[in-house]
């Protein structure tokens, strides 16, 4: 692996298979004493989640924290939803509800 490439991969996430549990190395994990900033490759070789206690090859490379989700192949698709942070997605969809009922309360205005 090239320098560049484990440059890029120091604080991704990783997701544990088992249970959905998601390591962030800006947080590091209180319960088994590793310090925030820890990335997951240096992680003792005996680190469990500490969620369901997988072991550590139970987790996948979800990405760093803030960007889109979804395969790296398909954010080209659709319309340009899919560049969009999952926090971006809920801000579009939650705000576009409220909209919607706040126009369905406002009919009752026209009487």
């Known amino acids: 692996m090239s320098e560049q490439?484990?440059?890029n991969?120091?604080?991704d996430r990783f997701e544990c298979r088992a249970c959905g549990y998601v390591y962030e190395p800006e947080k590091g994990d209180d319960k088994h004493d590793i310090e925030p900033g820890t990335p997951f490759a240096?992680?003792?070789i005996n680190w469990r989640c500490p969620v369901c206690t997988a072991k550590k090859a139970a987790f996948t490379n979800i990405g760093p924290a803030g960007t889109a989700s979804g395969f790296k192949e398909n954010l080209g698709y659709g319309?340009?939803?899919n560049t969009l942070?999952?926090?971006q997605k809920n801000i579009l969809?939650?705000?576009a509800l409220a909209l919607g009922f706040l126009f369905f309360i406002s009919l009752?205005?026209?009487q």
Do not use: K, R, S
């Open 5 to 7: 490439a484990v440059e």
């Open 9 to 11: 991969t120091v604080l």
């Open 42 to 44: 240096e992680l003792p």
């Open 79 to 81: 319309l340009g939803v």
């Open 85 to 87: 942070t999952p926090a």
């Open 93 to 95: 969809i939650f705000g």
């Open 108 to 110: 009752y205005g026209l």
